[in-house]
């Protein structure tokens, strides 16, 4: 079977950019899901970060040894002032990577009593990552736009649904912001 020829240069322009399209659509699978990219010239304004103001000390023989690597005064702890904005001890959270604070023991101990699977991050984000290669298979786009509402669709929770389910069993429930209304 031969293919028919075109004639006409419009239609075979026309013919040309289809597939042009078509191909483009088929290169470009994104499986990131959400849009992250920083866009126009200006400064990522998430990255700028003021540092906290200096200070004097009361005595500054009470100062410690400087420590190359170490803290300094004032170092971001953005953990503890959190806290301290809450109205706790901002004194006694965890720095980043100084494993579980005394407060969290016995939590990390009961939660953890039938053992913990040390490899779970790395699993989960090697099945997520094969969720997100089958969920984009599909999803041939010109434009790229955000797909993380989309892929997840389905393993969503119905707040509403789960809400007239407890309700409906005689649990008591707080009251909820009608559906659309926020």
Not at 23 to 39: F, K, T
Not at 83 to 111: C, E, F, K, Q
Not at 133 to 159: G, H, N
Request: glycine fraction near 10%.
């Amino acid at each position: 079977m031969t293919m028919p020829r075109i004639a006409n240069p419009i239609a075979k322009l026309s013919v040309l950019l289809a597939l042009m399209v078509g191909l483009a659509a088929c290169g470009n699978r994104d499986i990131g899901l959400h849009e992250l990219r920083v866009r126009g010239d200006g400064p990522e304004e998430f990255a700028i970060v003021p540092a906290k103001p200096l200070e004097t000390p009361e005595s500054f023989a009470a100062l410690p040894t400087p420590t190359p690597g170490g803290n300094n005064r004032t170092d971001l702890t953005p953990e503890a002032d959190a806290v301290a904005a809450l109205g706790g001890d901002g004194n006694r959270a965890t720095p980043r990577g100084a494993g579980v604070g005394a407060g969290d023991g016995a939590l990390v101990t009961y939660a953890s009593r039938q053992g913990v699977n040390t490899g779970i991050r790395a699993q989960l984000a090697a099945e997520d990552l094969e969720f997100r290669k089958r969920a984009s298979l599909f999803t041939w786009q010109i434009m790229r736009e955000d797909q993380y509402y989309d892929a997840y669709r389905r393993q969503a929770i119905d707040p509403y649904l789960v809400l007239r389910a407890y309700r409906r069993a005689g649990a008591r429930t707080p009251s909820a912001v009608p559906p659309g209304s926020n």
